[in-house]
């Protein structure tokens, strides 16, 4: 399930975006997805997870009220709406697939560079 992340950008703080990650092959309903993220001099952090139907979402307490991740089995895509970003959400996010959800091990994206200017 080789992943494509894509829809990071600069925007202002109390901008949003939205960070889509298009994942090949047939097999991306039967995989857990989620987005994490790593700024400069940080370690990699979750940002936050979905189970394979949808139906169970998790958020880093960071992302809780301002993120939302959502999925297209249809479409093969995984979203994350980023709303009132704060210059701390910077960092470069990278979209992760797992048959296990939660630790979201099994395929890794590129990374997409996310700058929130204040």
């Known amino acids: 399930v080789p992943l494509q992340a894509c829809g990071g950008g600069l925007v202002q703080a109390r901008g949003y975006l939205r960070l889509s990650c298009v994942a090949s092959g047939r097999t991306f309903s039967r995989y857990g997805m989620g987005w994490f993220r790593q700024a400069p001099g940080k370690e990699r952090e979750i940002v936050a997870r979905i189970n394979w139907s949808g139906s169970s979402t998790d958020y880093a307490d960071s992302a809780k009220g301002r993120f939302t991740i959502s999925r297209d089995n249809a479409k093969n895509t995984v979203y994350l709406q980023m709303n009132s970003l704060k210059p701390e959400d910077t960092a470069i996010y990278y979209c992760?697939?797992?048959?296990?959800?939660?630790?979201?091990?099994?395929?890794w994206g590129q990374g997409t560079q996310v700058t929130v200017s204040s």
């Open positions: 992760a697939a797992g048959v296990n959800w939660y630790t979201l091990s099994d395929y």
